[in-house]
């Protein structure tokens, strides 16, 4: 796992070899440290995170801007939420 920050000024999560639920957990997490608007990228490869971030995002508030899988890696684009009122 590695935290890194790409050229487009996202942060990268790099959670690809992690089982449930330490995916959804780490994004959680993640989320937590970012300022509103920040965008969050996610890889990893555990399938069932194809359910479990989603559903993160939907009690969150956070926008999931982006879903792929390329090569078994699945990867989220997420927009982190502006600061409530």
């Given at each position: 796992m590695s935290d890194t920050t790409d050229?487009?000024?996202a942060d990268d999560l790099d959670l690809r070899g992690l089982k449930c639920p330490l995916p959804v957990l780490r994004t959680?997490?993640?989320l937590r440290g970012l300022p509103p608007g920040r965008r969050?990228?996610?890889r990893c490869t555990d399938p069932l995170a194809?359910?479990?971030?989603?559903?993160?995002l939907h009690e969150t508030g956070d926008r999931l801007e982006a879903a792929r899988?390329?090569?078994?890696?699945l990867v989220f684009e997420i927009r982190r939420a502006a600061a409530d009122g």
């Open positions: 050229e487009s000024g959680r997490k993640a969050l990228v996610v194809a359910i479990d971030i989603p559903h993160l899988e390329a090569g078994g890696v």
